[in-house]
């Protein structure tokens, strides 16, 4: 979510002006996800994912199919970029709105390479995916029921295809919220261990919102490759 560098922004309007419009993450910070889909309308694909596209691209050719789930898409900037650059994509959210602004936005050259499902984390149950996209999404699963989703995580990618996505750490503001996940970075390595790690980028920064209050950031960037029993 953080975009660009932190500028702090006036949080009236002195004028009696409407309000600005609120940050993506001010929307997300209260899972206000309308909101969010309005302040990300025509963002480009996130860094991680276009990493993970490189590397797949650089890459032999394998016998693996160019077949992706975007989990927890939203309104689609990751699916859009994954549909354009060739693959099969699942997309996955658990709001309908989000799927049917992607669905609205979908060219229609590229549409029959796309499914969308809406579910939560929690019930999705996976099949095998090259690439599993998780744009800062996962962090918002049920505390309770991170650890059986990610295995069904891991368990589905197959050896040679990838993680992408942002796993947020334990000294992020959110973390006092109590209804998402954090983690440390040892505990990332873990979820990651039967990974090589493509990038591990660890990123703490602070984003002045609109409302004047600034959020500080713990990120953790991720593109990983599953490996075999052989480091490959
Ligand atoms: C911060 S947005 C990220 C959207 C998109 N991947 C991006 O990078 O902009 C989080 C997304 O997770 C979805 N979401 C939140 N909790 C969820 C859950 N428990 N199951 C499925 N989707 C969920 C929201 O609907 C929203 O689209």
Redesign the pocket.
């Known amino acids: ?1 953080p975009e660009q560098p932190t500028t702090p922004v006036p949080s009236a309007t002195p004028g009696g002006g409407a309000a600005p419009a609120l940050k ?2 001010e929307h ?1 910070e209260i ?1 206000d ?1 309308p909101g ?2 309005r302040a ?1 309308a025509g ?1 480009p694909a ?1 860094e991680t994912l276009l990493k993970a596209l490189e590397l797949f691209d650089r890459e032999a050719p394998s016998d693996l199919p160019r077949f992706a789930i ?9 699916t859009f970029e994954l549909l354009r650059r060739g693959w099969r994509v699942l997309a ?4 309908e ?2 799927l049917s602004l992607l669905k609205k936005e979908v060219p229609n050259e590229h549409a029959a390479r796309l499914e969308t499902l809406l ?6 149950r996976p099949t095998q995916a090259t690439l599993i ?5 996962l962090p ?3 505390p309770l ?1 991170f650890d059986e989703m990610w295995a069904r995580i891991v368990a589905t990618i197959p050896v040679g295809g990838r993680f992408a ?2 796993f947020f750490g334990e000294r992020d503001d959110w973390a006092a919220l109590g209804d998402r996940v954090h983690h440390t970075r040892p505990q990332v390595e873990r979820l990651l261990a039967d990974f090589t790690f493509d990038r591990l980028q660890e990123v703490e920064n602070r984003e002045a919102g609109v409302t004047g209050i600034v959020k500080n950031w713990h990120i953790f960037h991720v593109v990983a490759k599953k490996r075999g029993n052989k480091v490959n």
């Open positions: 979510m993506a993450h997300a899972r996800w969010y889909f990300v963002k996130r975007d989990l927890g898409c939203g309104s689609g900037r990751d996955v959210d658990a709001s709105l989000g579910s939560s984390y929690e019930d999705f996209n998780a744009s800062y999404a918002f699963c049920e029921r996505g942002q």
